[in-house]
């Protein structure tokens, strides 16, 4: 898909849309290794990492995996952070787990 559309400036990649089930080394280990391919072809477009437990940081409600761990070595890569607006716990932890992300993923 990056050699097809390389040249596409309004594209975006994503990796891992959702992931439930597997531990975020191991979601980072194949999200480098695709990253990897994205960039043979496609140097500047943003790649959308999924993260454990359906897109929320970690493996579950209070860690924080991606924070402690982040992919380094590579520009324009975002984390998904899915929030459920109707969903009355996401309200109570995920926008304290966004913070505690963004302090450590850009200090």
Not at 8 to 28: A, D, F, L, M
Not at 59 to 78: F, H, L, Q, R, W
């Amino acid at each position: 898909m990056s050699k097809k559309y390389s040249k596409q400036k309004n594209v975006i990649y994503e990796i891992c849309n959702e992931p439930n089930g597997c531990s975020w080394s191991t979601i980072r280990s194949y999200a480098v290794s695709v990253i990897k391919t994205i960039r043979k072809y496609d140097k500047n477009a943003v790649i959308i990492v999924g993260t454990p437990t359906w897109s929320q940081l970690g493996s579950d409600g209070t860690s924080n995996e991606v924070a402690k761990n982040p992919i380094k070595g590579y520009k324009n890569i975002m984390y998904s952070l899915h929030f459920y607006a109707n969903e009355w716990s996401h309200n109570q932890y995920l926008p304290d787990k966004l913070v505690y992300a963004r302090k450590r993923i850009f200090r």
